[in-house]
């Protein structure tokens, strides 16, 4: 997940690119507008908006939640990178809704602040940002995501847009992650599909690593790895293949050639539409077969 090691390489390619710095490709975003950024969803449903408050074991978590404007349809939890809630998520979150899914956005940094904890165009790669961002990632841990996952089920399965009758997805960004892998053993039986993107954390030689939990889950998964994050740490995916393999689940695990940790929210100074656009194509693929 993001820490100074995969900053270095995010560094030295932003170097390469001349004058596109992170802050120029942050101004650069706020002034064109992250939708437009993102390709257009064929057949796009219409949606409704809302800012939500989930109630959770540890107050009220601002959230953004998207829907189709009619009917009932299965439900996706999405859990940001270290940079939380904000607009790059919300449109991402959008755009997840117009293929027909009930999306809530978590803002994983409530117990600090309501979002956006950063200003729009922030890097982890200023020191000012990070500052912001690392003591709320530190108070987040294994119980703090179990029982944010859990509050987040619950709110959407008392929604009129959820259908209850079909499970449920969920998606995590960087840290993200161990989130995603969590959220489908807290409840294993409402979690039928998860999907990680540049994940990090997830296959430890910790006590409470991630993976452990593989067993007890229903899920099928998707994780898309970044090019430097496997090389980083290569053992981790064949870790993943065999816990899976083990508790016959099915699992597609890909490092994507070329990319980045970050290579997916438009936001970021390493994006990769190629990439991410494949990426998205696998998670829709995953929902629309595991959801069905």
Known sequence: MCDLDTQQDVDAFLTGKGDMTRRRFGKLTAAVGL????PPVANAQDVVESDVDVATAD???DCYFVHPATGRHPAIIVWPDILGLRPAFRAMGKRLAQSGYSVLVVHPF???ARSPVVPEGASFGDPETRNIVLPMARNLNAATHFTDARA???FLDAQASVDTARGIGTTGY???GPMVMRTVAAVPERLRAGATFHGGGMATDAVDSPHLLIPQTKSAMLHCVAENDDATDPAAK???RAAYAAANLAAEIEV????????CPPDSAVYNEAAAEKAWSRMLNLFSTALA
């Open 35 to 38: 939708a437009m950024l993102l």
């Open 238 to 240: 064949e870790t993943l």
């Open 110 to 112: 409530y117990r600090n």
């Open 152 to 154: 987040a089920v619950a």
């Open 174 to 176: 960087c840290m993200g």
């Open 59 to 61: 107050g009220m978590a």
């Open 256 to 263: 994507y050639v070329g990319t980045l940790h970050g290579w």
